[in-house]
């Protein structure tokens, strides 16, 4: 069982950076895909960014292009999103998820096998 956790949630001001990690102690990520997800009070659950462990790629979902931005270090087997010029409506939970990079799979599904139990982030003044 491969146990995930999140962490570099906090409050920020509008405008500000945070940086979400994600690792798995004692657990290596490198041939993994790897998404995050937030889910904000009231809301659906929605997929941001993820990463291919096949290739590296990222994708991001277009409310946050250009403002995040998601990397890996495999040899601190750790991956991280970076987010910039938060707004209110980014306000919300954010999870790290991992899904094995098998032949032929993509990192864009929330079809995932790990999940971790989240870092709240909260943009306000």
């Known amino acids: 069982q491969v146990q995930l956790v999140e962490s570099g949630g906090g409050l920020v001001q509008p405008g500000g950076s945070l940086r979400l990690s994600c690792a798995a102690p004692?657990?290596?990520?490198?041939?993994?895909?790897i998404g995050w997800f937030r889910q904000a009070p009231g809301e659906e659950r929605e997929g941001l960014s993820c990463i291919s462990g096949s290739d590296g790629r990222g994708y991001y979902k277009d409310s946050v292009l250009g403002r995040f931005t998601i990397s890996r270090d495999n040899a601190k087997d750790t991956v991280y999103l970076q987010m910039n010029n938060l707004k209110a409506e980014d306000t919300a939970v954010y999870f790290c998820?991992?899904?094995?990079?098998?032949?032929?799979?993509?990192?864009?599904?929330?079809?995932?096998?790990?999940w971790g139990k989240g870092t709240l982030v909260t943009v306000s003044p």
């Open positions: 004692g657990f290596t990520l490198e041939h993994y895909h």
């Open positions: 998820a991992a899904l094995l990079a098998t032949p032929g799979s993509t990192c864009r599904t929330d079809d995932m096998d790990y």
